[in-house]
């Protein structure tokens, strides 16, 4: 079992509607299309400091849209599931990076490369242009 907060589906919203593209035996009949959208600030589940850093990054609305498959369930399905890695994204705690100074092997290689590249641009040259 995880320890995160896992989105409840009854504080999910969803709309159905036909799905575009290319027609058949179910075309303009079946609402396969779902439009899920989870409101941060109403939910009552949610822990108030996961709100709060989830809303600083994508704001107090998650809209999804999911027609990929030809299921309304399955649809409904991707939709709750896309907003979760949405929030799990939102919700990481990046580590602040900290510079380092390049190795001595590093500089090192840098500048031989960059000698070498010298060297065969000083190759290439006419006979006789000496700087």
């Known amino acids: 079992m ?3 907060w896992e989105v409840p589906e009854d504080e999910v919203s969803f709309r159905f509607m036909a799905s575009g593209g290319p027609g058949g035996q179910h075309a303009n009949r079946s609402n396969t299309k779902v439009e899920a959208v989870f409101r941060i600030d109403e939910s009552a589940s949610m822990p108030q400091f ?12 998650i809209r999804v849209t999911v027609d990929a498959e030809r299921s309304q369930y399955r649809n409904r ?27 001595r092997g590093s500089q ?6 960059k000698r ?4 065969t641009k000083r190759q290439r040259r006419r006979p006789g242009q000496d700087d």
Not at 50 to 61: H, I
Not at 81 to 103: F, L, S
Not at 108 to 113: F, I, Q, T, Y
Not at 116 to 119: N, Q, V, W, Y
Request: hydrophobic content about 25%; overall charge positive; charged content about 50%.
């Open 2 to 4: 995880s320890s995160r």
């Open 50 to 61: 996961l709100k709060t850093r989830v809303s600083e990054k994508l704001g107090d609305v």
């Open 77 to 103: 399905q991707l939709a709750v599931e896309r907003i979760q890695e949405r929030i799990d994204r939102a919700a990481k705690v990046e580590r602040p990076r900290r510079a380092t100074k390049p190795t």
């Open 108 to 113: 090192r290689r840098r500048l031989d490369s």
């Open 116 to 119: 070498k590249r010298g060297d």
